[in-house]
């Protein structure tokens, strides 16, 4: 069985943790990583409380938290790392089905999509499906990438993590893995996952200078790839 690390970017979810760490199937993961964001709560507390390797980022973004936390993996890497977000919003109960097609070798990166799973209601804003049509759009018409949704629950063989050289420390993380893995040809792939009302506020779509943010970082990207 290859291992598999676990890395949640999080952000004042003191309250969420406790349920998404205690969800995840420990017997397949090896490691769980937990990057805070600079909180101002017990997050890194109650991270530490419940098993998880707790890493700092001060610098807030998305993008900078993930990379805080696969360096502190550097030293004794997975082979399989999966990405979740903190707020209790993704399944973790649901890895087994995001890791395995790249245990059956079918693709080397798989994002978990919210559009074709179950949502439950009012957890995807309107902004949130319109955003992500309108990227995934672009993906397949710019990269000929299949994708329905830029989903934060994602699983990528370690390699295949190291040759993206994932750089981008904000809204455009998620975007830029999938850009760049389309733009090189490696195998990749969607699978049905199900989403639900976060605990907490949303640090990006819950206020419209975030989703803003968000969107135009996504597009600049988009294009900013298509360009080069």
């Not at 069985?1 to 969800?23: F, G, K, Q, Y």
């Not at 089905?97 to 209601?121: C, D, F, N, Y």
């Not at 370690?158 to 420390?169: A, E, G, K, N, P």
Request: charged fraction near 25%.
């Amino acid at each position: 069985m290859p291992s598999i690390d676990v890395v949640i970017p999080a952000l004042n979810e003191e309250r969420a943790l406790p349920r998404v760490l205690l969800e995840i199937p420990r017997p397949l993961v090896r490691r769980v990583v937990v990057a805070d964001n600079g909180s101002t709560d017990a997050t890194a507390i109650v991270a530490a409380d419940h098993g998880a390797e707790v890493v700092h980022e001060p610098e807030r973004g998305y993008g900078a938290a993930c990379l805080r936390a696969l360096a502190h993996l550097t030293s004794d890497p997975p082979d399989i790392v999966v990405f979740l977000d903190g707020d209790y919003s993704d399944h973790p109960d649901e890895l087994p089905a995001v890791i395995q097609p790249i245990l059956e070798s079918r693709a080397e990166l798989v994002v978990g999509s919210r559009a074709t799973g179950r949502a439950e209601r009012g957890a995807l804003s309107l902004r949130q499906r319109v955003g992500n049509a309108i990227a995934s759009a672009a993906l397949r018409t710019l990269y000929g990438a299949e994708y329905t949704d830029l989903g934060p629950f994602r699983a990528i063989r370690w390699d295949t993590l190291q040759h993206l050289q994932m750089c981008d420390r904000n809204y455009g993380w998620t975007v830029e893995m999938q850009i760049k893995a389309a733009r090189r040809g490696i195998a990749h792939c969607e699978v049905p996952v199900s989403y639900r009302r976060r605990i907490g506020s949303s640090k990006v779509s819950g206020t419209i200078r975030g989703s803003v943010g968000a969107g135009a970082k996504i597009l600049w990207l988009l294009g900013r790839y298509a360009w080069s």
